[in-house]
């Protein structure tokens, strides 16, 4: 069995995270079992739940344990098998977390599913065909339920999420605006995803600015929102909310480091008799097939093309990490193990 090189979560933020919260070990990978499967990991996935994982505290999942392996979705290649729906060879996307190897039980739920990349390339099973773009889906179908010729919004639209989002929802009918950092994000978001328009947050950094922007870019008030970041951006679109308007709740960034987002104006919510849901989408399992029929047909036919950030090397994921918390990245980001 080969040697595995694995990071761990070595103890626990205070405010920002940084790279001392993490810590690079090598060790034995054991046997396989009856029923388990050994892989190779090729593409780590880093997420910007991850960070609040590392807290200690309520939280609708458990948060990630000290001295184990970080938590984050994984693509690779079976090396070895003893279970009989897998086989060497076969493209399997998982849980394996920051590490090169894993051996996984083979009928565990939700752990190691099978993946096609003729038309799908691997590394977009942990983006815009992944966990990320079923996000975008649930959020989009199940919480805002658009109608043609609505006005939706999505902050860090140039991300994994917000591009899928642009997507799906463009294929509805539906006019987007999206919030992106920088002007090359948003030239993106517009010229290459579809966008409508798109917002440059680092040229509206308060409440007032990105109020005025969304309402020169939302004509018609705003009918939907897919909410990944919180604070002033949240704020801001309460502000041009139409009446009966959703927000899908999915990610509050902007709080990961434990400051609190206090609202500026929660009577906003009542006024506009608006609906706002916050979800996880691993509590949706049942929507994942249709979810990933449509989000592969989109990237098939050209109608999806993500982007994507890879650093190099397993030893360069907490670095990554930290900078996607920053924005640093473009599109999804991801770590390349092979």
Same mark, same amino acid.
């Given at each position: 069995?080969?040697?595995?090189?694995?990071? #761990? #979560?070595?103890?626990?933020?205070?405010?920002?995270?940084?790279?001392?919260?993490?810590?690079? $070990?090598?060790?034995?990978?054991? /046997?396989?079992?009856?029923?388990?499967?050994?892989?190779? *990991?090729?593409?780590?996935?880093?997420?910007? @739940?991850?960070?609040?994982?590392?807290?200690? !505290?309520?939280?609708?999942?458990?948060?990630?344990?000290?001295?184990? $392996?970080?938590?984050?979705?994984?693509?690779?290649?079976? +090396?070895?098998?003893?279970?009989?729906?897998?086989?060497?060879?076969?493209?399997?996307?998982?849980? =394996?977390?920051?590490?090169?190897?894993?051996?996984?039980?083979?009928?565990?739920?939700?752990? #190691?599913?099978?993946?096609?990349?003729? *038309?799908?390339?691997?590394?977009?099973?942990?983006? +815009?065909?992944?966990?990320?773009?079923?996000? /975008?889906?649930?959020?989009?179908?199940?919480?805002?339920?658009?109608?043609?010729?609505?006005?939706?919004? $999505?902050?860090?639209?140039?991300?994994?999420?917000?591009?899928?989002? !642009?997507?799906?929802?463009?294929?509805?009918?539906?006019?987007?605006?999206?919030?992106?950092?920088?002007?090359?994000?948003?030239?993106?978001?517009?010229?290459?995803? !579809?966008?409508?328009?798109?917002?440059?947050? %680092?040229?509206?950094?308060?409440?007032?600015?990105?109020?005025?922007?969304?309402?020169?870019?939302?004509?018609?008030?705003?009918?939907? *929102?897919?909410?990944?970041?919180? =604070? @002033?951006?949240?704020?801001?679109?309460? #502000?041009?909310?139409?009446?009966?308007?959703?927000?899908?709740?999915?990610?509050?960034?902007? !709080? @990961?480091?434990?400051?609190?987002?206090?609202?500026?104006?929660?009577?906003?919510?009542?006024?506009?008799?608006? %609906?706002?849901?916050?979800?996880?989408?691993?509590? *949706?399992?049942?929507?994942?097939?249709?979810?990933?029929?449509?989000?592969?047909?989109?990237?098939?036919?050209?109608?999806?093309?993500?982007?994507?950030?890879?650093?190099?090397?397993? +030893?360069?994921?907490?670095?990554?990490?930290?900078?996607?918390?920053?924005?640093?990245?473009? =599109?999804?980001?991801?770590?390349?193990?092979?």
């Amino acid at each position: 069995m080969p040697r595995n090189t694995q990071i #761990l #979560l070595d103890n626990r933020p205070r405010g920002q995270a940084s790279p001392d919260n993490f810590r690079l $070990v090598v060790g034995d990978t054991p /046997a396989l079992r009856d029923g388990q499967v050994l892989v190779r *990991h090729h593409y780590l996935s880093l997420d910007p @739940y991850m960070r609040g994982r590392m807290n200690e !505290g309520k939280s609708y999942a458990a948060c990630q344990p000290l001295g184990e $392996v970080m938590i984050g979705g994984t693509v690779g290649e079976v +090396a070895e098998s003893h279970h009989p729906a897998y086989a060497v060879g076969d493209k399997v996307v998982g849980m =394996g977390g920051w590490q090169e190897w894993s051996v996984v039980d083979g009928d565990a739920p939700g752990m #190691l599913r099978k993946v096609d990349t003729r *038309h799908v390339p691997l590394s977009y099973y942990l983006g +815009a065909v992944g966990m990320p773009g079923v996000t /975008a889906w649930y959020g989009l179908v199940r919480i805002i339920d658009p109608r043609p010729g609505q006005t939706l919004v $999505v902050s860090a639209a140039s991300g994994a999420v917000g591009s899928a989002f !642009g997507a799906l929802a463009k294929a509805r009918g539906c006019r987007v605006v999206g919030i992106a950092g920088g002007p090359d994000k948003c030239r993106y978001v517009t010229e290459e995803l !579809g966008f409508d328009a798109c917002i440059d947050h %680092r040229a509206h950094g308060d409440l007032a600015s990105m109020s005025k922007a969304l309402k020169q870019a939302c004509h018609d008030g705003i009918d939907g *929102h897919f909410e990944n970041v919180g =604070g @002033y951006i949240l704020d801001a679109v309460l #502000l041009r909310a139409n009446a009966f308007a959703r927000v899908a709740l999915c990610g509050m960034i902007a !709080g @990961y480091d434990g400051q609190p987002l206090p609202l500026a104006n929660p009577a906003l919510i009542l006024i506009n008799r608006m %609906r706002i849901e916050g979800f996880i989408v691993s509590e *949706h399992m049942e929507v994942w097939p249709e979810a990933l029929a449509e989000l592969g047909g989109l990237v098939a036919s050209g109608r999806l093309r993500p982007r994507e950030t890879i650093a190099q090397g397993l +030893a360069a994921a907490p670095q990554a990490f930290l900078d996607l918390l920053q924005g640093r990245n473009f =599109g999804k980001q991801l770590v390349k193990l092979i």
